[in-house]
C-alpha cells in the first residue's frame, strides 16, 4: 500500500464517520429527551459505536500500512487503543493525545457494550 492509497482510505473512513454523525445529529434533534425510544437510544447506541469503530479501523489501517501485527486477544481493542496513545517502538505515530485518549475511552466500551449486548438495555 502506497501512502496516497493509506490517505484514501482514512478519508473514506473519516466520511463515514462525519456521515454517522450527522445521523446522530439528527436523532438527537428530532427526539425530545422525554420522548426518546428505546428504538432510538439503541440507534444513538449503535451510532456512537460505529464512530468509535470508525476510528479504530484507521487505527488498524495504519497498522498495516507499517507492517505492524493487529493485538489480538480479548481486549485487543484496548491494546489497539493503547497503541496509538503514545509513540510505540514500532514506529507508529502516537495519534492521542492524554485528553484525547481520555475523551474517547467511553465509546470503547460502548462498542463493546452495543456489539455484545442489547441495545433496548441502554440508557
Known amino acids: 500500500m502506497t501512502p496516497s492509497e493509506l490517505k484514501e482510505q482514512i478519508a473514506i473512513e473519516l ?5 454517522t454523525l450527522r445521523e446522530l445529529e439528527l436523532l438527537r434533534r428530532e ?16 451510532f456512537l459505536a460505529n464512530f468509535y ?5 484507521i ?7 507499517h507492517g505492524v501485527a493487529l493485538p489480538s486477544g480479548d481486549n485487543w481493542h484496548a ?12 514506529g507508529l505515530p502516537g495519534l492521542l493525545s492524554e485528553t484525547l485518549a481520555r475523551d474517547l475511552a467511553p465509546f470503547r466500551r460502548l462498542r463493546h457494550v452495543v456489539h455484545h449486548g442489547y441495545g433496548i438495555q441502554l440508557r
Open 59 to 65: 487505527f488498524k489501517r495504519i497498522c498495516r500500512f
Open 53 to 57: 469503530g470508525g476510528i479504530e479501523n
Open 15 to 19: 466520511e463515514s464517520i462525519e456521515d
Open 79 to 90: 491494546v489497539l487503543f493503547e497503541t496509538f496513545c503514545n509513540t510505540s517502538e514500532e
Open 31 to 46: 427526539s425530545s429527551q422525554e420522548s426518546r425510544s428505546k428504538r432510538d437510544i439503541a440507534a444513538a447506541g449503535l
